[in-house]
């Protein structure tokens, strides 16, 4: 029984997954996730992806709102992105249910950290601030969308830190306009996810509706601190790869140790 102490814990660690959706457009799964098993106490690792993927969702979706107001997203981009990736997150989360819990921590944080090493690389890469998805680039797009809805839905999470190089890869669009573009499609994957773990009965909805309270201050801030930060070439990527890193290596400790015992 998560009591009250818990339910304060999960309003902070809301905040921090919130403030990390508006700051780099991902990552706040990568937080959610550890901070709902770690910190906030759920003892199932599947509960935890599945209320950490609603709680993200709705997230993303306020740090879209916030992102969307200052003119940082392609919503053509972002919409061909997302719908690609729909179909793959729906069976990439049908199979990460029936998946060890740890085992899935443990490949997620693996994943992590080539991420971070690719996005670390490109830092100096900031592409032009008008990209355009058409017949040039669509197939690239559709790809890339489906292949991150796939992960985002095996490993339960919203798959912002998938989506951002997926993004500037497929249309070489700049950091900061693909972090705020990323949103749309994190908060489809995530919500997608979420539906799949709800009919599996694998959602917590009070502490989901606790963590999202917090997320939507965090977020705020987040987002204004990402559009000051945006004016630093590289400056972005490189905070991006380091959040990656820090919580990777600190997962891959936990995970393995529980997949020793």
């Known amino acids: 029984m ?13 905040v921090a997954v919130g403030f990390t959706l508006g700051l780099v457009g991902g990552g706040g799964s990568i937080l959610a996730v550890p901070l709902m098993v ?24 306020s740090g879209l709102f916030n992102h969307a107001r200052i003119g940082n997203v392609n919503w053509r981009c972002g919409a061909t992105f997302a719908a690609a990736g729909v179909i793959g997150a729906l069976a990439g989360s049908t199979a990460g249910k029936a998946f060890d819990g740890q085992g899935l921590l443990f490949l997620f944080a693996i994943l992590m950290l080539a991420v971070a090493v690719v996005m670390y690389r490109s830092r100096g890469r900031e592409g032009p601030e008008s ?14 969308g489906a292949g991150t809805g796939a992960l985002s839905g095996f490993f339960g999470i919203g798959g912002g830190f998938l989506i951002v190089p997926g993004l500037v890869a497929s249309t070489s669009m700049a950091i900061h306009r693909a972090i705020g573009t990323s949103l749309v499609a994190v908060s489809a994957f995530g919500l997608t996810t ?15 509706i606790t963590f999202i309270a917090g997320g939507i201050a965090g ?11 945006s004016a630093r070439k590289g400056q972005l990527n490189t905070l991006f790869s380091a959040i990656i890193v820090a919580v990777a290596l600190y997962m891959l400790m936990q995970s393995g140790m529980a997949l020793l015992q």
């Not at 003892?43 to 969702?57: D, E, F, M, Q, Y």
């Not at 959602?203 to 989901?208: F, K, S, V």
């Open 219 to 229: 977020s705020a801030l987040g987002t204004a601190v990402s559009k000051r930060l």
């Open 131 to 144: 990209v355009v998805c058409n017949r040039d680039n669509l197939g690239k797009v559709l790809g890339y």
């Open 194 to 208: 979420a539906v799949n773990y709800a009919v599996s009965g694998l959602i917590d909805w009070p502490l989901a």
């Open 38 to 61: 770690y910190v906030v106490g759920v003892k199932s690792p599947h509960i935890a992806i599945g209320t950490s993927a609603l709680a993200v969702a709705v997230n993303a979706l």
């Open 2 to 14: 998560i009591d009250q102490l818990h339910f304060v814990l999960a309003a902070i660690s809301g």
